[in-house]
């Protein structure tokens, strides 16, 4: 880069992958038709996201509110779910990616929870990109199952109630190994998190963008983190400080 200091890419970026079904909508095909576009997506940012040197990428893939859709798509997002596993865990494995799903897995079928322990057990031993699929996933839930647990831990003497700190109980949310979650982005236009990773987004860098979810590709996130490196991120303190700590 002629000398100039190499741009800062994030170790862990979030995608709530919205837009899939106006996507469709404009070509006059289902809902459907736009979800399974949306899977080519995912597969151009895994790839980008390993160029780039990512660590971690955490995707939005089925709300805990997304159950309140109509039936026809729920059931059509559940088969693309088995068409996925069972079609790009392989070449997911091949490079180097390790799969992981956070939510409350429960709420799926047997054969579908069965597709997603053999995935995670396949490419456990991967080290090139964490690839965290949210599935039945929120914030909100997020927070409550490692507040359950804490009490849990209390309730076993293992800590006082009062022990209880921040740390500690991020101790307990989903994704509490990897590196914090750098960079948020969120496809389809609307200015909103959708209660995707409240806790772990405290200080990420947000990333809005009007390009629907399946046109979103390896220039789309190259944009994103090009704008996350021009940021100066603060952590509470101010630009001065930033400033010195850096000379």
Request: hydrophobic content about 40%; aromatic content about 8%; overall charge neutral.
């Amino acid at each position: 880069m002629n000398g100039a200091e190499a741009p800062r890419v994030p170790r862990h970026i979030a995608i709530v992958m919205d837009g899939n079904g106006r996507w469709a909508k404009a070509r006059h095909r289902p809902r459907s038709f736009g979800h399974n576009a949306g899977r080519k997506a995912v597969r151009e940012v895994v790839e980008g996201c390993l160029r780039q040197g990512v660590e971690a990428l955490t995707v939005f893939a089925f709300s805990s509110e997304n159950w309140q859709r109509p039936q026809d798509e729920v059931g059509a997002l559940m088969e693309l779910f088995l068409r996925a596993l069972d079609k790009e865990v392989g070449e997911l494995h091949g490079h180097g990616v390790r799969i992981r799903f956070i939510g409350d897995l429960g709420a799926f079928d047997t054969s579908l929870r069965q597709r997603m322990t053999h995935a995670m057990a396949h490419t456990a031993g991967n080290d090139k990109l964490q690839l965290n699929v949210a599935v039945n996933y929120g914030g909100r839930w997020d927070i409550v199952q490692a507040t359950r647990k804490a009490a849990e831990s209390v309730a076993r003497g293992e800590f006082r109630a009062d022990e209880i700190d921040e740390k500690l109980l991020g101790h307990w949310m989903s994704l509490a190994e990897l590196p914090p979650l750098d960079l948020f982005i969120r496809t389809g236009g609307d200015l909103r998190i959708s209660n995707f990773l409240l806790w772990q987004a405290a200080y990420a860098e947000l990333y809005f963008t009007d390009t629907l979810w399946p046109d979103f590709d390896q220039t789309c996130l190259q944009q994103a983190i090009e704008e996350y490196a021009r940021r100066e991120r603060r952590f509470g303190r101010t630009g001065e400080q930033v400033t010195q700590a850096k000379a």
